[in-house]
């Protein structure tokens, strides 16, 4: 894996975004343009702005490219939009053993606080987006570390096989490995193996179900907590949310569609390591599920919520109604900070036990 150096044209881009969040309100909302209103919600205005500085700046589609290429796209989309690091106690990357060889992982410490004192940490296992296709450790270092300093808890962001190199089932296969292998070295990490939460963004939401699922089946150890953000669950059906937001709030059907064919290729798409919506959810750890309102992933992520109340697991929906895909990286905005700060809350009750 690559460190991405960005380029100056980037340099400037984010120059220029930064330039245009830190403007008073009412610029900001003229920059942002007419106000975006679909099914009764208004978009945030400081995400209608890097909209729309995306939109000038764009070329060809993620799916109208190499993988190679949307690879380095998402990585120079994720620094721009990344923030400022935020401290930490300490950062070190490592590897699990893997069903297809070694994981490259990165560990996040927090600094203890007086009230944490030298008891063990909690745990989180970060799986993060990118469509099973693109996206790695340096792509989501500005949200593990966020979460990490925010909930007092370590954080390991793991590294899955991608596809298409590694169709499915490699990336669950990575990531259930990776679980067991934090749970079993729970000492060695520092951290308590009662407080392992799993939890990641839109593929990584679907990865941390899908861990939760096949741990609690096969009679655990299973993680605490679920932290699933803009989660992908079924690909069976297609519900509105998805024509509604077809084009123009970052994720696209057309997307949608590309990195579905590279992961899955002529796998059963009810397969519940597929679309947990579809899986035994009964028994499962408490959940936060956190979708956004401009998101064509919003109604399944809303079903799987709705699905794991009807099974009897404890679960908080949060509907971010403002908000694109994938808001929570999006750390340069007041929304994508707001949304961080509210999945540390989640986080911290969710491994209070």
């Not at 400081?46 to 490219?65: K, N, Y």
């Amino acid at each position: 894996m690559t460190a991405y150096e960005p380029t100056w044209p980037a340099r400037l881009q984010r120059a220029a975004s930064r330039a245009l969040l830190g403007l008073p309100v009412p610029v900001r909302r003229l920059a942002a343009g007419r106000p975006h209103v679909v099914d009764g919600d208004p978009l945030d205005p400081d995400i209608a702005v890097g909209l729309r500085i995306l939109s000038r700046t764009a070329g060809p589609g993620l799916e109208e490219r190499p993988v190679e290429d949307a690879r380095r796209v998402l990585a120079e989309e994720s620094w721009m939009f990344a923030g400022r690091p935020t401290p930490v106690g300490s950062v070190r990357d490592l590897s699990i053993p893997g069903p297809g060889g070694d994981v490259p992982a990165r560990l996040y410490v927090p600094v203890r606080s007086r009230a944490l004192g030298d008891r063990p940490l909690g745990l989180l296992l970060w799986f993060h987006g990118g469509g099973w296709v693109l996206g790695d450790l340096d792509t989501h270092d500005a949200v593990c570390r966020a979460l990490c300093a925010g909930a007092e808890v370590a954080v390991l962001s793991v590294g899955y096989r991608l596809a298409p190199e590694h169709r499915f089932p490699a990336a669950v296969e990575d990531c259930v490995a990776a679980f067991r292998w934090s749970h079993s070295h729970a000492t060695e990490l520092g951290v308590d193996p009662a407080r392992v939460a799993v939890g990641g963004d839109s593929a990584g939401g679907n990865l941390s179900a899908v861990v939760a699922q096949v741990t609690t089946q096969d009679g655990g150890p299973a993680p605490a907590f679920q932290l699933l953000v803009v989660p992908a669950t079924d690909f069976t059906v297609d519900r509105p949310s998805k024509a509604l937001f077809a084009t123009g709030y970052f994720l696209t059907t057309a997307s949608m569609d590309w990195y579905e064919a590279q992961y899955l290729g002529s796998a059963d798409r009810s397969d519940p390591r597929v679309s947990p919506l579809l899986g035994s959810l009964a028994g499962l750890p408490p959940a936060y599920v956190a979708v956004g309102g401009f998101d064509p992933l919003r109604d399944e992520g809303i079903a799987y919520a709705d699905a794991l109340r009807a099974a009897g697991v404890r679960v908080t929906l949060r509907v971010h109604e403002d908000a694109v895909h994938p808001f929570i990286n999006i750390l340069t905005s007041q929304l994508g900070r707001r949304c961080v700060t509210e999945a540390v809350g989640a986080l911290r009750v969710g491994l209070s036990v």
